[in-house]
């Protein structure tokens, strides 16, 4: 099965609310579709911010990849998050998601990547192991992160 990627657009709003809605319900995030919906206006319509992909197999739309750019002295200029990562479950174990690290891999040049980051649910060791397999490491660090009312 041929695995491709679709750089999402305005078009694609409707699917990839349903497969957000999905991926939140899958890790435990609490899902409104009305602030999912306006960020993600915002975010297909800045192309400052990232970019999201339709991961497809044959043709049929199976998940979605969200990379958000940042920038970090440590790092040596812009660097990105793998923001949401969603594989629908019927077709995990597949080699779709070394497929799909591999793509986002091969697009970091051209967008003048220097590091990529992601994060995992602690609980979630399966996707723990997945991800030092196909090349992530653990920082020692804690991600802490702290909401800004607005």
């Known amino acids: 099965m041929e695995t491709t990627f679709k750089l999402a657009d305005n078009f694609d709003t409707k699917l990839l609310i349903q497969f957000i809605q999905e ?42 990849i969200i990379l958000t750019f940042g920038y970090s002295l440590e790092y040596r200029g812009r660097d990105a998050f793998i923001d949401e990562f969603y594989i629908r479950e019927s077709h995990r174990g597949q080699g779709v998601g070394v497929k799909s690290i591999q793509f986002i891999e091969s697009v970091c040049p051209s967008l003048e990547i220097h590091a990529l980051h992601l994060e995992v649910e602690r609980e979630n060791t399966i996707a723990q192991s997945f991800y030092r397999k196909v090349g992530f490491t653990d920082q020692n660090r804690y991600l802490m992160t702290k909401w800004i009312a607005t």
Do not use: C, M
């Not at 409104?32 to 049929?60: H, P």
């Open 23 to 64: 991926f939140y319900k899958y890790d435990g995030h609490p899902f409104d579709e009305a602030t999912v919906s306006t960020a993600l206006a915002k975010f297909l319509n800045d192309d400052s911010l990232g970019r999201v992909w339709l991961i497809q197999q044959d043709s049929q739309v199976i998940g979605y």
